[in-house]
């Protein structure tokens, strides 16, 4: 089993940037794929990116395509997003997950973590 915690969460002004970090506790880290999630107030958590097991393939949603870059480093168990270029509508409870491949689903998910709070304002 994973346990994930996120950290790295805060308020930014738009334009600004912000890297959450996941930290992942187990030794079948690496056997998972990673991804981020968010979920705005009163909508749906919808996927952000994701990155395989072993770091070679990524994915984004086309609304962060760009401005954010996953990564993650297997030897530290510890997943990154690096979010650049900030917007208000990023304003969302960010979620580490991880999964099966393509991890770009929340049915998907195997295991999250609790959660950081980003808020950018305008």
């Known amino acids: 089993q994973v346990q994930l915690v996120e950290s790295g969460g805060g308020l930014v002004q738009a334009g600004g940037s912000l890297r959450l970090s996941c930290a992942a506790s187990g030794r079948t880290f690496n056997n998972y794929d990673m991804g981020w999630f968010r979920q705005a107030p009163g909508k749906e958590r919808e996927f952000v990116a994701a990155?395989?097991?072993?770091?070679?393939?990524?994915r984004y949603a086309d609304s962060v395509k760009g401005r954010f870059t996953i990564s993650r480093d297997n030897a530290k168990n510890t997943m990154y997003l690096q979010m650049n270029s900030l917007k208000p509508e990023d304003t969302a409870v960010y979620y580490c997950?991880?999964?099966?491949?393509?991890?770009?689903?929340?049915?998907?998910?195997?295991?999250w973590g609790q959660g950081t709070q980003v808020t950018v304002s305008s």
């Open positions: 990155i395989s097991w072993s770091g070679g393939s990524t």
């Open positions: 997950a991880a999964g099966a491949t393509p991890l770009v689903l929340t049915t998907r998910v195997y295991m």
